[in-house]
């Protein structure tokens, strides 16, 4: 059971550590180079599976059963180079001679394989069973393990290759690949030296474990966090620096499902509208305008500094009042529509607004609270402009 064991060992830290790979193979900027990986994966993981219950069969000394398991051992053995060559290839996105002489070698070694493997069921060339029951490699054994350390280590040596003409975490992650070759090849030549042994399973496990911890993870959440910084700019005003409409719709969409749930009882909205935008921007220019609107915008942030703001048109704003600003609310918008008055007749930025809070008995939906708001802004204009004639 010592050789199963590390087989079953191994199979499970490869799905644990390798579990997102599998799932979701296409959750990146290149999906056909995580496709391939996750062959490869899938072909070791079947490897395992055949080395595990090898242990098992060969211990019990069942040569018929063992003969079949071993066949296919052999055959997952070098499909998974095949794979790993294509893998690497794919990664390092050279399709240049070698890259192709590369490819031809693992299909050559698999067709190697299946044709010794079929004579092998009439001569045992590459393995056999003797009287005792004891397992016997043979010289195509030999052979192929040969061919498959050539070709790991032919891998290496162009990963690294391509490694010296690059710089930072690119170069990093080709050199994670050349010793993750590096170390099959070391385990297959141990293998072949110590044939009752599970090295090669050893070796897929470091292999597999370098390979995700310093590219695939690696590279993962390099991808994530470019994802998420693009996502931010796409959901910011260019102007401003705040939420946009974009960014605004997802957040009613958000609140309206809390809202279904029962999981939001407590929330204000405070609608914003600048006056004398328009005059600004024909009397003065866009330029001007735009630097109204960036004072009107730091007006705000200082008074609701904790409340999430959206500019939804060129000249209106939201915010939403929850937690701390939500209880505060009366005198936040005390204290805004005091500084707008005192802004009026210094001439300086106006701003309508008007307040709302969400009434459980009354309100179906967020919108509800924001009519409400957008009507109390209106109001709230007009008494400004009345006070400005006056």
């Known amino acids: 059971m010592y050789y199963a064991s590390i087989g079953l060992l191994s199979l499970i830290v490869v799905i644990i550590v390798n579990y997102t790979a599998l799932k979701n193979p296409q959750n990146g900027r290149r999906p056909i180079v995580q496709r391939r990986y996750r062959h490869f994966l899938i072909a070791v993981m ?26 296919i051992y052999f055959m997952a053995m070098v499909i998974s180079v095949l794979l ?13 001679t070698f890259a192709k002489m590369l490819l031809s070698a693992g299909y050559i070694l698999t067709v190697y394989e299946a044709v010794v493997l079929i004579i092998n069921f009439f001569t045992p060339i590459v393995f056999g069973f003797n009287e005792e ?12 393990l040969i061919m498959q350390m050539g070709l790991f280590f032919m891998t290496s040596v162009y990963s ?22 590096i170390f099959m090849t070391a385990f297959i030549a141990l293998q072949a030296f110590l044939p009752l042994m599970p090295m090669y399973a050893i070796g897929c496990l470091l ?52 809202l279904s749930r029962g999981a939001l009882r407590a929330f204000g909205v405070v609608v914003f509208d600048l006056n004398g935008l328009k005059n600004i921007n024909d009397t003065k220019g866009h330029e001007a305008g735009d630097e109204y609107i960036k004072a009107a915008t730091d007006m705000i942030g200082q008074i609701f500094p904790n409340s999430p703001l959206y ?18 609310r ?10 707008v008055l005192k802004n009026q007749k210094e001439g300086r930025v106006v701003i309508s607004s008007g307040l709302s809070v969400f009434k459980p008995y009354d309100d179906k939906c967020y919108n ?21 004639k006056e």
Not at 320 to 327: I, K, T
Not at 330 to 339: A, G, K, P, S, V
Request: charged share 30%; hydrophobic share 40%; net charge neutral.
């Open 46 to 71: 079947t490897y395992f599976v055949t080395d595990i219950f090898w242990g098992y069969f060969y211990e019990r000394r069942w040569v018929a059963i063992t003969f079949a398991d071993t066949t």
């Open 84 to 96: 790993w060559t294509r893998f690497v290839v794919s990664y390092l996105e050279n399709k240049g």
């Open 133 to 144: 029951k004891e397992y016997m490699p043979n010289s195509a054994r030999f052979i192929t």
């Open 160 to 181: 690294m290759f391509n490694a010296y003409r690059l710089k930072g975490l690119k170069r990093s992650r080709y050199r994670a690949i050349a010793i993750s070759g």
């Open 207 to 258: 292999a597999t474990c370098v390979i995700h911890t310093f590219v695939y993870w690696d590279e993962t959440v390099e991808y994530d966090r470019e994802i998420g910084t693009a996502k931010q700019l796409a959901y910011k005003d260019a102007l401003t620096g705040v939420g946009n409409k974009l960014a605004y719709q997802e957040k009613q969409t958000a609140m309206d499902a809390k």
């Open 311 to 328: 500019r939804i048109g060129g000249d209106e704003f939201v915010a939403v009042l929850e937690g701390h600003d939500y209880a505060d």
């Open 330 to 339: 009366n005198r936040l918008i005390l204290t805004f529509e005091e500084e």
């Open 368 to 388: 509800d609270v924001f009519v409400r708001a957008d009507r109390m802004m209106y109001e709230r204009k007009g008494y400004l402009k009345g006070l400005a």
